[in-house]
């Protein structure tokens, strides 16, 4: 006797459709899976056994054999569960065929027989096409975001059991709605003084660019970055789906709707791992935390604290947008286009007015080797912070709120989409001649920073892109969004890159 159900499995950020295929035959009692299972997957046998004869069935004693094709990439996590007790009970005769031709399952099971949610809901469901999702009651709203067919939302394997052999029509789980959601996001007008910086980070969100902040501890650095989400835009459709999926696969738990329509800000302890920060492990390969950070925004806070070897596997991505994780049996392409923003202090104590640095010359040193040359290079902007001064701090004046800087943000992003199609942190050398040409001034400007060998082949592109968002920024209403970047523009993208030395840094 033999059954096919339809399932799937995730692998990295995406989702992979299994057929499990069930066959049920004479022999010594016993059950076998093949097909690439992981540990877990493998431990379905106990938890499906379990779950059936909690139903009030009978277990098939008899030789039950599992496959999960196809079998060229291993299978992973709880998820099988459902499909698989489905295939037993249809194989042993409980269950016509016809009743699951057109169903899709994916699902825990507990012993005694609850549907459980699973990680990565939305992606294994949007790839079942338009079959019947059914699916645990509790992930309804993940898996609306992606089904291209019905979903069935079931709490208990007897409610779909009953389905199948026409005993119940489907249950009516009636899903409550969530609550509304508030957005607590903190406001710019909560920063006193810090002009440069808050000019620096309104460039950031305009154009999409990295920025490293750089200044002693206290001077706003982490209040400055943290206020980055609030200027914006909302992600759109497309994006949102992509990014919905990822922290799906990754488990993070989704806003009630089940849909990501805010960009995300993942913020990593300085101790992570390269694992946790590029994503992978042994076989799972789960999003790591700049895949969560995909169309949003990566926060590296205490930069210098962090392993160079963790900073190093930044940079790859960064020019990419994704991340090619391969192990010995398996491989993945994670999703990785984020906006990265560091802070960091310029030496292990801190810094400070001139005079005040207590750190000898090796351990300053030992500190700057953690930031290395092609990682600084990276960073369109980086911003020199100074602590504000005595009369900024205890000022009552309210300064400019996020949402006014907000607006002149959409309006420069949307001028730059409608262009060239994307940001300008993503213009190629191509785009830039295109869409960033450059008056004799700015030109002559850059020449002679390259001259000084104060700009890379890489720094002079992103000096262009930086610029180009200023002069977005700078546009008035009405003006050819195709103008020229002016000598004005390029320097001031110029003072936006800092060079960090040991004590505070100075404008290049």
Same mark, same amino acid.
């Given at each position: 006797?033999?059954?096919?159900?339809?399932?799937?499995?995730?692998?990295?950020?995406?989702?992979?459709?299994?057929?499990?295929?069930?066959?049920?035959?004479?022999?010594?009692?016993?059950?076998?899976?093949?097909?690439?299972?992981?540990?877990? *997957?493998?431990?379905?046998?106990?938890?499906?056994?379990?779950?059936?004869?909690?139903?009030?069935?009978?277990?098939?004693?008899?030789?039950?054999?599992?496959?999960?094709? &196809?079998?060229?990439?291993?299978?992973?996590?709880?998820?099988?569960?459902? +499909?698989?007790?489905?295939?037993?009970?249809?194989?042993?005769?409980?269950?016509?065929?016809?009743?699951?031709?057109?169903?899709? *399952?994916?699902?825990?099971?507990?012993?005694?027989?609850?549907?459980?949610?699973?990680?990565? %809901?939305?992606?294994?469901?949007?790839?079942?096409?338009?079959?019947?999702?059914?699916?645990?009651?509790?992930?309804?709203?993940?898996?609306?975001?992606?089904?291209?067919?019905?979903?069935?939302?079931?709490?208990?394997?007897?409610?779909?059991?009953?389905?199948?052999?026409?005993? +119940?029509?489907?249950?009516?789980?009636?899903?409550?709605? /969530?609550?509304?959601?508030?957005?607590?996001?903190?406001?710019?007008?909560?920063?006193?003084?810090?002009?440069?910086?808050?000019?620096?980070?309104?460039?950031?969100?305009?154009?999409?660019?990295? !920025?490293?902040?750089?200044?002693?501890?206290?001077?706003?650095?982490? !209040? $400055?970055?943290?206020?980055?989400?609030?200027?914006?835009?909302?992600?759109?459709? =497309?994006?949102?789906?992509? #990014?919905? !999926?990822?922290?799906?696969?990754?488990?993070?738990?989704?806003?009630?709707?089940?849909?990501? =329509?805010?960009? &995300?800000?993942?913020? &990593?302890?300085?101790?992570?791992?390269? #694992?946790?920060? #590029?994503?992978?492990?042994?076989?799972?390969?789960?999003?790591?935390? %700049?895949?969560?950070?995909?169309?949003? #925004?990566?926060?590296?806070?205490?930069?210098?604290?962090?392993?160079?070897?963790?900073? =190093?596997?930044?940079?790859?991505?960064?020019?990419?947008?994704?991340?090619?994780?391969?192990?010995?049996?398996?491989?993945?392409?994670?999703?990785?286009?984020?906006?990265?923003?560091? +802070?960091?202090? /310029?030496?292990?104590?801190?810094?400070?007015?001139?005079?005040? *640095?207590?750190?000898?010359?090796?351990?300053?040193?030992?500190?700057?080797?953690?930031?290395?040359?092609?990682?600084?290079?990276?960073?369109?902007?980086?911003?020199?912070?100074?602590? /504000?001064?005595?009369?900024?701090?205890?000022?009552?004046?309210?300064?400019?709120?996020?949402?006014?800087?907000? +607006?002149?943000?959409?309006?420069?992003?949307?001028?730059?989409?409608?262009?060239?199609?994307?940001?300008?942190?993503?213009?190629?050398?191509?785009?830039?001649?295109?869409?960033?040409? $450059?008056?004799?001034?700015?030109?002559?400007?850059?020449?002679?920073?390259?001259?000084?060998?104060?700009?890379?082949?890489?720094?002079?592109?992103?000096?262009?892109?930086?610029?180009?968002?200023?002069?977005?920024?700078?546009?008035?209403?009405?003006? =050819?969004?195709?103008?020229?970047?002016?000598?004005?523009?390029?320097?001031?993208?110029?003072?936006?890159?800092?060079?960090?030395?040991?004590?505070?840094?100075? %404008?290049?």
């Amino acid at each position: 006797m033999f059954a096919t159900v339809a399932s799937a499995s995730i692998l990295g950020a995406a989702g992979h459709r299994v057929t499990v295929e069930v066959h049920i035959g004479n022999g010594l009692p016993g059950f076998t899976m093949v097909g690439l299972p992981d540990e877990t *997957c493998r431990e379905a046998r106990d938890r499906v056994r379990a779950a059936i004869l909690s139903t009030g069935l009978c277990w098939p004693d008899r030789r039950i054999t599992v496959n999960l094709a &196809p079998s060229r990439h291993r299978k992973t996590g709880t998820g099988l569960d459902l +499909a698989i007790a489905i295939g037993v009970l249809s194989a042993n005769g409980n269950i016509t065929a016809d009743a699951i031709a057109d169903l899709g *399952c994916v699902g825990e099971l507990g012993l005694d027989g609850s549907v459980r949610p699973v990680p990565g %809901i939305a992606p294994m469901v949007g790839v079942l096409g338009d079959l019947d999702a059914v699916v645990p009651a509790r992930s309804v709203h993940e898996a609306l975001r992606a089904a291209g067919g019905r979903v069935r939302p079931v709490a208990h394997l007897s409610e779909l059991v009953s389905v199948l052999t026409g005993e +119940a029509p489907w249950p009516d789980h009636q899903v409550e709605a /969530p609550d509304a959601v508030v957005d607590l996001v903190a406001d710019l007008a909560d920063v006193h003084g810090q002009p440069v910086a808050r000019r620096a980070l309104e460039i950031a969100a305009a154009g999409s660019h990295h !920025m490293l902040l750089v200044g002693p501890p206290g001077s706003g650095k982490t !209040m $400055l970055a943290r206020r980055l989400p609030g200027l914006l835009p909302r992600l759109e459709r =497309d994006a949102a789906m992509e #990014v919905t !999926m990822i922290h799906s696969a990754a488990g993070v738990r989704l806003p009630p709707l089940g849909f990501v =329509d805010l960009p &995300p800000f993942r913020a &990593p302890h300085h101790s992570s791992s390269n #694992v946790a920060l #590029v994503g992978g492990g042994s076989h799972l390969l789960r999003p790591g935390e %700049i895949s969560l950070a995909h169309r949003g #925004v990566l926060f590296l806070d205490e930069l210098g604290e962090f392993a160079p070897s963790v900073l =190093d596997a930044l940079r790859q991505p960064l020019e990419e947008g994704v991340i090619h994780v391969a192990r010995a049996h398996v491989h993945a392409d994670l999703p990785a286009r984020f906006q990265l923003v560091a +802070a960091t202090n /310029p030496c292990p104590c801190g810094g400070g007015p001139p005079g005040s *640095c207590q750190c000898d010359e090796t351990s300053r040193q030992r500190y700057l080797r953690r930031l290395s040359g092609p990682l600084m290079d990276r960073f369109d902007l980086r911003v020199a912070v100074h602590p /504000p001064d005595v009369e900024e701090i205890l000022t009552t004046q309210t300064s400019e709120p996020s949402s006014a800087v907000a +607006a002149r943000v959409l309006q420069a992003r949307q001028v730059a989409v409608s262009r060239s199609g994307c940001t300008n942190a993503e213009l190629d050398g191509a785009a830039l001649d295109l869409h960033a040409p $450059l008056s004799d001034a700015a030109r002559s400007l850059l020449r002679f920073e390259l001259v000084c060998n104060r700009l890379t082949g890489r720094g002079l592109h992103r000096i262009r892109r930086v610029a180009r968002t200023i002069a977005d920024l700078d546009a008035q209403s009405g003006r =050819d969004p195709v103008q020229m970047i002016e000598e004005a523009h390029v320097a001031e993208a110029l003072r936006m890159r800092a060079q960090i030395h040991a004590r505070l840094p100075e %404008i290049a």
